[in-house]
């Protein structure tokens, strides 16, 4: 992987919040000073008083200026001008081009000096810079312990870290939605710094119901029975169920394990009756994923589970012999067939590279090689972790999906340009936002990422982020990047 820049996170604040103390232990010293001087006490509490309400400005002030200070769209207009833009629309990238932004969205897309700016419009010059779509990473999980692990101080970290790292858009793949509503709320409107937030209702068979991962997502709810944590057996009234997953704001359901292929194609197609996308697990326990692809289900997910195309027999074979030959193993009409449904389906495909990097190296190659095959064939891909990044305190440093990115690109054979493509117009479909994600049009969300280096030339150029722009709203990139235009 290429290295990293690292700063510190966040680390406006506490400087911040010491200053705001040393103003008040200096208010502190005054108003002794005072009394020793026998000054009235109308008068000590009043420079008191000033002196707190001093520190207090300072702090706010200082607050303000944090990397992860929330920030919302001004009413006004704001243009980027010199800049060498790749849109996601499949135009080559455009040198000298001007991106013109009014509150929330794209007001205008054009050359520089083409069309007049409108009076009072704040200018960033950034000639020699690169402009690129905000990216979407389609896997994460943030709410899947909400009393522990991800709790909401350490979501926002997450969020906030994604964020500055060019993230303006992330797909939570199951966790309890009382947190992620809560959350998706407050990114949408800018109370915090943060990604707006797709997330899903996950369905799966009784079984699954015993790892505990389900019950802390639905804490203080019977386990199963939660409409966004759904235990799915031949009893379930579907189309009472989807309605109940609907009404917790989830965007899509999520299949996982357990079920059968009858009950995925049945639960899809009332889905899908009810206009809501759904999202699963290539593989379960008893599905291949050829049946999956065949249920008609819109997002299939982690490259390991479309080897289990293999069968059960196979698979444990090519996980034995996982020293063995990986490239061009899976060009085989076994796995072509399987390629060529989903081309029909426009299944949508998301490897999660990343983690199998990270944790199961002996199989890394083969979903690496299985990706690159499917990109061969023409299958859409999408870029997603299975993580996000760091919520610990302590140094900043850039999102997943950078390295997701790197992956797609060193390993899997997809060219930056095809990489940049699977993290923002592909990606927005995924999320079925097309219409407000993705490229950067006239009208669509103004999510922007300002970039020092050319991705087009390295892929890991994408994490030399000068500014994000998200619904309109500025933020630096990460913090080694803190100066203004």
Same mark, same amino acid.
Request: aromatic content about 6%; overall charge neutral.
């Given at each position: 992987?290429?290295?990293?820049?690292?700063?510190?996170?966040?680390?406006?604040?506490?400087?911040?919040?010491?200053?705001?103390?040393?103003?008040?232990?200096?208010?502190?010293?005054?108003?002794?000073?005072?009394?020793?001087?026998?000054?009235?006490?109308?008068?000590?509490?009043?420079?008191?008083?000033?002196?707190?309400?001093?520190?207090?400005?300072?702090?706010?002030?200082?607050?303000?200026?944090?990397?992860?200070?929330?920030?919302?769209?001004?009413?006004?207009?704001?243009?980027?001008?010199?800049?060498?833009?790749?849109?996601?629309?499949?135009?080559?990238?455009?040198?000298?081009?001007?991106?013109?932004?009014?509150?929330?969205?794209?007001?205008?897309?054009?050359?520089?000096?083409?069309?007049?700016?409108?009076?009072?419009?704040?200018?960033?010059?950034?000639?020699?810079?690169?402009?690129?779509?905000?990216?979407?990473?389609?896997?994460?999980?943030?709410?899947?312990?909400?009393?522990?692990?991800?709790?909401?101080?350490?979501?926002?970290?997450?969020?906030?870290?994604?964020?500055?790292?060019?993230?303006?858009?992330?797909?939570?793949?199951?966790?309890?939605?009382?947190?992620?509503?809560?959350?998706?709320?407050?990114?949408?409107?800018?109370?915090?710094?943060?990604?707006?937030?797709?997330?899903?209702?996950?369905?799966?068979?009784?079984?699954?119901?015993?790892?505990?991962?389900?019950?802390?997502?639905?804490?203080?709810?019977?386990?199963?029975?939660?409409?966004?944590?759904?235990?799915?057996?031949?009893?379930?009234?579907?189309?009472?169920?989807?309605?109940?997953?609907?009404?917790?704001?989830?965007?899509?359901?999520?299949?996982?394990?357990?079920?059968?292929?009858?009950?995925? /194609?049945? +639960? !899809?197609?009332? #889905? $899908?009756?009810?206009? &809501? %996308?759904?999202? *699963?697990?290539?593989?379960?326990?008893?599905?291949?994923?050829?049946?999956?692809?065949?249920?008609?289900?819109?997002?299939?997910?982690?490259?390991?589970?479309?080897?289990?195309?293999?069968?059960?027999?196979?698979?444990?074979?090519?996980?034995?012999?996982?020293?063995?030959?990986?490239?061009?193993?899976?060009?085989?009409?076994?796995?072509?067939?399987?390629?060529?449904?989903?081309?029909?389906?426009?299944?949508?495909?998301?490897?999660?590279?990343?983690?199998?990097?990270?944790?199961?190296?002996?199989?890394?190659?083969?979903? /690496?090689? +299985? !990706?690159?095959? #499917? $990109?061969?064939?023409? &299958? %859409?891909?999408? *870029?997603?972790?299975?993580?996000?990044?760091?919520?610990?305190?302590?140094?900043?440093?850039?999102?997943?999906?950078?390295?997701?990115?790197?992956?797609?690109?060193?390993?899997?054979?997809?060219?930056?340009?095809?990489?940049?493509?699977?993290?923002?117009?592909?990606?927005?479909?995924?999320?079925?936002?097309?219409?407000?994600?993705?490229?950067?049009?006239?009208?669509?969300?103004?999510?922007?990422?300002?970039?020092?280096?050319?991705?087009?030339?390295?892929?890991?150029?994408?994490?030399?982020?000068?500014?994000?722009?998200?619904?309109?709203?500025?933020?630096?990139?990460?913090?080694?990047?803190?100066?203004?235009?």
């Amino acid at each position: 992987m290429a290295s990293r820049p690292r700063g510190f996170y966040g680390n406006g604040l506490p400087f911040a919040l010491r200053l705001a103390r040393a103003v008040l232990m200096l208010a502190g010293d005054r108003v002794e000073e005072y009394t020793r001087r026998s000054l009235s006490q109308e008068i000590r509490v009043h420079r008191s008083v000033t002196l707190v309400g001093i520190a207090c400005l300072l702090a706010a002030s200082l607050v303000a200026q944090a990397p992860c200070a929330p920030r919302r769209a001004g009413s006004g207009y704001l243009a980027l001008t010199g800049v060498t833009l790749w849109s996601g629309t499949g135009a080559p990238a455009r040198t000298g081009m001007t991106v013109l932004i009014r509150g929330e969205r794209i007001a205008a897309v054009f050359a520089d000096g083409a069309e007049p700016l409108p009076d009072s419009t704040e200018v960033h010059s950034w000639r020699g810079k690169y402009v690129i779509p905000g990216l979407i990473d389609t896997h994460v999980h943030l709410a899947t312990d909400p009393s522990g692990e991800d709790v909401r101080a350490r979501a926002e970290r997450r969020l906030c870290r994604a964020l500055l790292g060019g993230v303006t858009t992330v797909r939570d793949m199951a966790g309890d939605v009382r947190a992620l509503a809560s959350l998706e709320r407050d990114a949408l409107v800018g109370d915090i710094a943060a990604p707006d937030i797709y997330y899903a209702a996950l369905w799966a068979g009784p079984s699954f119901f015993s790892d505990p991962r389900t019950a802390l997502a639905s804490r203080g709810i019977p386990s199963g029975s939660a409409p966004w944590m759904l235990s799915v057996d031949s009893t379930t009234d579907l189309r009472q169920a989807v309605l109940e997953a609907r009404g917790t704001g989830a965007t899509a359901l999520k299949l996982y394990w357990a079920l059968t292929p009858d009950q995925v /194609a049945a +639960i !899809t197609a009332e #889905a $899908h009756r009810q206009h &809501v %996308p759904v999202w *699963a697990h290539a593989a379960m326990e008893d599905v291949l994923p050829l049946q999956t692809v065949n249920a008609g289900v819109d997002v299939v997910s982690h490259a390991g589970l479309l080897l289990r195309q293999l069968g059960a027999p196979g698979y444990a074979a090519l996980a034995k012999d996982s020293t063995g030959p990986a490239r061009g193993r899976f060009n085989t009409p076994q796995f072509d067939s399987l390629m060529a449904a989903m081309r029909l389906h426009g299944t949508i495909y998301e490897p999660t590279l990343f983690v199998y990097h990270a944790e199961t190296p002996k199989l890394y190659r083969f979903t /690496a090689e +299985i !990706t690159r095959r #499917a $990109h061969q064939l023409g &299958v %859409p891909i999408v *870029a997603g972790t299975d993580s996000i990044g760091s919520g610990d305190e302590g140094p900043w440093q850039l999102p997943d999906l950078q390295e997701e990115l790197e992956l797609l690109v060193r390993d899997a054979g997809l060219s930056p340009a095809d990489a940049l493509v699977a993290a923002t117009r592909t990606a927005a479909q995924a999320v079925s936002a097309s219409d407000q994600l993705g490229t950067i049009e006239a009208g669509k969300l103004a999510n922007l990422v300002v970039l020092d280096r050319d991705p087009l030339k390295d892929i890991a150029n994408t994490a030399a982020v000068r500014e994000v722009i998200k619904r309109g709203a500025v933020y630096p990139g990460g913090p080694v990047t803190l100066s203004p235009p």
